[in-house]
């Protein structure tokens, strides 16, 4: 079986190819860098595209009888005007050239899981979203995450298999988050942001690349939150990453109006609170490796120990 993955060479593709590998399963993927395509791995094959230029080589689909889909800029990078378009068109232009590539060619893809996010959620400490949850808001974040889930519901045109992972923050101690929070707190100078209490709906790194596989394997359709049983505040998830590295956390809150300073308009990735349900993908079977904070990072740091 042969699966082609956009978006392979990040965090959660890397995680999702080392899966694919250990469960036999062949990988084409697709990069925006051709220093990244390696060569001569039957298993691991790489192709180039330029969502810009609409350049894509087709024969990336040759054999292929799933797509899973992840491809896009970072969110972290501070959000210029010119940066935000990036963020957007490498989500809605990379989904749009796939659909439009595979309409004018014959091809075996049965099946798309795309990754989509919960900042399509609007911010709120009291509600409690599932994938039935209709709220929407119009900051930058939610608009770009409608456009990309509309861009992706196009691949039905084709008459594929459709499943949509709404991913929420993506522990690991190889990128994300995570180590950009870890790092004040290692040195001394870590603090819990805003209030503290927005709530922060994680997902450890192995659970979202299992989550992936596991739609592909039962074949399931729909949206999919991917977040772990217990989302915490940020006051409780600053002060157990402290508690992992055996820190203490001794300044105040950093208010938002510095944040907001600091960082400009993408402060809201902080200081946005949502708080999501994973009961669909439990109901449908799926069984977390990691739903406790406190062992997801003792993992995480006895994995970057190691
Ligand atoms: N990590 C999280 O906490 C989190 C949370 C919610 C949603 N998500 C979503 O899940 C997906 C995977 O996340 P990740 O953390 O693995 O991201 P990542 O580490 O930033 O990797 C994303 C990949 O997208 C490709 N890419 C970057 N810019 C691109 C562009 N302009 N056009 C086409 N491709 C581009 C890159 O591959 P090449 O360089 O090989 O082209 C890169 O390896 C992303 O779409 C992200 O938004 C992640």
């Not at 989904?95 to 609007?122: D, E």
């Not at 979203?129 to 990309?148: A, C, G, I, N, P």
């Amino acid at each position: 079986m042969r699966i082609l993955i956009t978006g392979a060479t990040g965090l959660v593709g890397q995680e999702i190819v080392r899966l694919c590998h250990d469960s036999g399963m062949d990988v084409n993927y697709l990069t925006t860098s051709k220093n990244k395509i390696k060569t001569g791995k039957e298993n691991y094959q790489g192709f180039y595209w330029n969502p810009d230029t609409k350049e894509i080589d087709s024969s990336c689909f040759e054999g292929v009888t799933t797509i899973i889909h992840l491809a896009g800029a970072t969110i972290g990078k501070r959000w210029t005007t010119s940066y935000k378009k990036r963020i957007e068109s490498s989500r809605v232009e990379t989904t749009n050239l796939l659909i439009s590539t595979l309409q004018q060619q014959k091809h075996q893809v049965r099946q798309v899981i795309a990754a989509s996010a919960i900042g399509i959620y609007p911010s709120s400490s009291q509600n409690y979203y599932t994938e039935e949850s209709t709220e929407r808001d119009s900051t930058f974040l939610s608009d770009v995450v409608q456009k990309w889930e509309k861009a992706v519901e196009g691949f039905k045109t084709l008459g594929v298999r459709l499943g949509i992972l709404r991913i929420g923050l993506v522990l690991s101690h190889e990128g994300g988050a995570l180590p950009q929070m870890a790092k004040p707190i290692e040195k001394g100078v870590g603090a819990v942001i805003g209030k503290g209490t927005q709530w922060q709906s994680w997902i450890h790194l192995k659970d979202v690349a299992r989550m992936f596989l596991f739609v592909h394997e039962k074949k399931l359709e729909g949206v999919y939150n991917a977040v772990a049983s217990n989302p915490i505040s940020n006051k409780k998830l600053t002060y157990a990453i402290a508690s992992q590295l055996g820190k203490k956390i001794l300044l105040p809150n950093v208010p938002e109006f510095v944040l907001r300073f600091l960082l400009g308009e993408m402060y809201v990735l902080l200081v946005s609170s949502q708080r999501v349900s994973n009961a669909k993908i439990e109901k449908n079977g799926f069984q977390f490796y990691y739903e406790n904070i406190y062992q997801a990072l003792e993992e995480i740091d006895a994995h970057k120990k190691n």
